[in-house]
């Protein structure tokens, strides 16, 4: 017996661009005043391709939104304040908020931050915010309230990602969008330490219940519709 696994270096499966990212423009990514770290920013390059393919959700009366993986919440306050403008449209968090010295290069807790950060928003009470690790939280949500858009940005392991998508996409609901981050994230990394191959083979997997509908630096996979979904083999 070796003594170490082989190494997966490539696979085959279809992974070229889909879309294209709109031009960023000089506009300030936030209106209100937060307490973010200026080198933990995971968000502000989003900004010009979620503007757009968001558009069509804003401001939709019992929008819900679910982030794995929130951190100080640069992503959460963005949804609140260009997304989630509906006094109706709620959001669910769930992030272990890990914080080990110098990881945000200040004192406290992370949830603290996050949460100072919805105050400031003026969205406390809109926010559900889970301490704890997805593959344990996701299974304590209910099935029977579905969530129209889904960031997936919490563990980066194959694993980890692979099975937050698979317990996600029974969470959201038909003709919902879910975003998956860093696809192309540390392409000299092993496979196994990062995304890209977890969201390939999920799409892959599940391509009847969804469409790539943007494949960049970010994955955006709509899902099909309730008709759709309903011709399909009983799973
Ligand atoms: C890149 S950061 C998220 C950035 C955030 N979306 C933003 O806009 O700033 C990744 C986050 O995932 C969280 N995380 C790591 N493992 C996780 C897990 N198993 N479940 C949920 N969150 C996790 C970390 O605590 C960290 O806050």
């Known amino acids: 017996m070796p003594d170490q696994q082989p190494t997966l270096r490539s696979y085959e499966i279809d992974c070229s661009p889909i879309g294209e990212v709109p031009p ?8 209100g005043r937060y307490d973010f770290t200026p080198g933990k920013d995971w ?26 993986g929130s951190s100080e919440g640069r992503s959460m306050v963005w949804m609140f304040e260009n ?17 080990w010295p110098g990881y945000l290069e200040k004192d406290g807790e992370t949830l ?3 949460q100072a950060n919805m105050r400031n928003a003026g969205v406390e009470s809109r926010v559900q915010a889970i301490r704890g690790h997805s593959q344990v939280e996701l299974r304590r949500l209910p099935l029977d309230q579905p969530f129209q ?6 563990n980066h392991r194959a694993t980890g990602v692979l099975e937050d998508l698979v317990l996600a996409w029974r ?3 038909p003709r919902g969008l879910l975003i998956a981050d860093d696809y192309e994230w540390k392409p000299e990394w092993e496979l196994s330490e990062r995304p890209r191959m977890a969201i390939d083979f999920f799409a892959h997997v599940f391509a009847e219940e969804l469409e790539v509908v943007h494949r960049g630096y970010q994955v955006l996979l709509r899902k099909a519709s309730a008709e759709t979904l309903a011709n399909l083999p009983m799973p």
Not at 24 to 31: H, Q, T
Not at 83 to 98: E, G, M, N, Q
């Open 149 to 154: 858009l889904i960031y997936v940005d919490g």
């Open 43 to 68: 968000f502000s390059a989003n900004v010009p391709l979620w503007r757009s393919v968001l558009a069509e959700w804003r401001d939709l009366p019992a929008l819900r939104y679910l982030e794995i």
């Open 112 to 114: 603290e931050y996050f």
């Open 83 to 99: 997304i989630l403008t509906h006094p109706s449209a709620r959001a669910v968090s769930i992030d272990p908020f890990y914080h």
């Open 24 to 31: 960023a423009d000089d506009a300030p990514v936030y209106r």
């Open 171 to 173: 969470l959201l609901e």
